[in-house]
T-cell receptor, first 115, second 113 residues
Framework: DAGVIQSPRHEVTEMGQEVTLRCKPI?????LFWYRQTMMRGLELLIY????????DSGMPEDRFSAKMPNASFSTLKIQPSEPRDSAVYFC?????????????FGSGTRLTVV | DQQVKQNSPSLSVQEGRISILNCDYT??????FLWYKKYPAEGPTFLIS?????DKNEDGRFTVFLNKSAKHLSLHIVPSQPGDSAVYFC????????????FGTGTRLQVTL
């Protein structure tokens, strides 16, 4: 299995632009998670899905952030409009059980820079 | 408000010695704790976990200790190896919301020769 695939690996955009981050989970994993990593706050859970349905989006910082999972093999995290404080590494993870241990797999992340 | 805290941003240890990474939490509802390891340009990978019904869990060179009264856990790596050099994240979850992991800010471990 290729693991969790995220694209792009790096994104540089200007303030005010729309940014879309993409994630392909491991086949058969029913849970998908979006995280943001910053130096100050570490890894923060933004939102997670179970069977393509958003279960908890309490970590989404503002209405500028939205996430969708149109099918079991694809999810997007969109920021519109983007701001410099959104600069971070965004990780997607998937799991078959929803628990954080064995089988909980992170992608390699998307480093977002908003200038 | 950081509910999981890793107060040491970095740690340097000689090869062969013990590495001790610490983590404190404030939410008394947390009952499952995990450690993740992260190399540069990669996502975190699960390392070891412990349930609140235990105070110790071992897996090879890695041992996690939990002190519930102090709301403190630690990860011991013995002996430390250069390949252990990475960022280590502590995470916690609560019964009923086991899929919601709360992470700390990470500790960068460097194992020197």
């Amino acid at each position: 299995d290729a693991g969790v695939i995220q694209s792009p690996r790096h994104e540089v955009t200007e303030m005010g632009q729309e940014v879309t981050l993409r994630c392909k989970p491991i086949s058969g994993h029913d849970y998908l998670f979006w995280y943001r990593q910053t130096m100050m706050r570490g890894l923060e859970l933004l939102i997670y899905f179970n069977n393509n349905v958003p279960i908890d989006d309490s970590g989404m910082p503002e209405d500028r952030f939205s996430a969708k999972m149109p099918n079991a093999s694809f999810s997007t995290l969109k920021i519109q409009p983007s701001e410099p404080r959104d600069s971070a590494v965004y990780f997607c993870a998937s799991s078959s059980t929803g628990f954080g241990d064995y089988g909980y797999t992170f992608g390699s992340g998307t480093r977002l820079t908003v200038v | 408000d950081q509910q999981v805290k890793q107060n040491s941003p970095s740690l340097s240890v000689q090869e062969g010695r013990i590495s001790i990474l610490n983590c404190d939490y404030t939410n008394s509802m947390f009952d499952y704790f995990l450690w993740y390891k992260k190399y540069p340009a990669e996502g975190p990978t699960f390392l070891i976990s412990i349930s609140s019904i235990k105070d110790k869990n071992e897996d090879g060179r890695f041992t996690v200790f939990l002190n519930k009264s102090a709301k403190h856990l630690s990860l011991h790596i013995v002996p430390s190896q250069p390949g252990d050099s990475a960022v280590y994240f502590c995470a916690a979850s609560a019964t009923g919301t086991a899929s919601k992991l709360t992470f700390g800010t990470g500790t960068r471990l460097q194992v020197t020769l």
